[in-house]
T-cell receptor
């Protein structure tokens, strides 16, 4: 069974540019989460999808961040325009409906904003 | 007070010894507790979950939960160099569906 996949693995962009991160959850997982780890800090929750619906987006930093999950399969996280403080590793995780909290993580996308 | 606290380490343990990793949490009604292992540059990997007071064993790993003390720990028996990693404690916040991570403890197994 394939795990959670993320693309790209690494992105370097300039301040003010736009970046879109993609996450493909484990097949059959209704729950999809986005997290971010800024250097030196703990992994922080950004938002949670149940199928295509946003269940909780309380962790999204501001309106420069937009997440979508059309059709309840893969998800994208767009940052527009990117700022220096957006640099970090963005992780996606997914879980079954029945084991809501056992989340399986993807390899992450390292975003560097210069 | 931070919601999930861990000693950042590094914790150095001789090969073959028991490594003990500790975590405290602030939300008294938390219900689910997880230990993730993260190798440098890799994603967190779920290694243990525990939901009720007491011990839960899986191979060389034992998770211990004490809800009264708001304390969860991970014991690694017969430590191996391959156990060297950062161990993340994660706790669900009962009022919603998300889990909160600690900063992690770096474990170094000395050959």
């Amino acid at each position: 069974e394939a795990g959670v996949t993320q693309f790209p693995s690494h992105s370097v962009i300039e301040k003010g540019q736009t970046v879109t991160l993609r996450c493909d959850p484990i097949s059959g997982h209704d729950n999809l989460y986005w997290y971010r780890r800024v250097m030196g800090k703990e992994i922080k929750f950004l938002l949670h999808f149940v199928k295509e619906s946003k269940q909780d987006e309380s962790g999204m930093p501001n309106n420069r961040f937009l997440a979508e999950r059309t059709g309840g399969t893969y998800s994208t996280l767009k940052v527009q325009p990117a700022e220096l403080e957006d640099s970090g590793v963005y992780f996606c995780a997914s879980s079954y409906r029945g084991s809501l909290y056992e989340q399986y993580f993807g390899p992450g996308t390292r975003l560097t904003v210069t | 007070q931070k919601e999930v606290e861990q000693n950042s380490g590094p914790l150095s343990v001789p090969e073959g010894a028991i490594a003990s990793l500790n975590c405290t949490y602030s939300d008294r009604v938390s219900q689910s507790f997880f230990w993730y292992r993260q190798y440098s540059g890799k994603s967190p990997e779920l290694i243990m979950s525990i939901y009720s007071n007491g011990d839960k064993e899986d191979g060389r790993f034992t998770a211990q939960l004490n809800k009264a003390s708001q304390y969860v720990s991970l014991l690694i028996r017969d430590s191996q160099p391959s156990d060297s990693a950062t161990y993340l404690c994660a706790v669900n916040i009962a009022r919603d569906d998300k889990i909160i991570f600690g900063k992690g403890t770096r474990l170094h197994i000395l050959p």
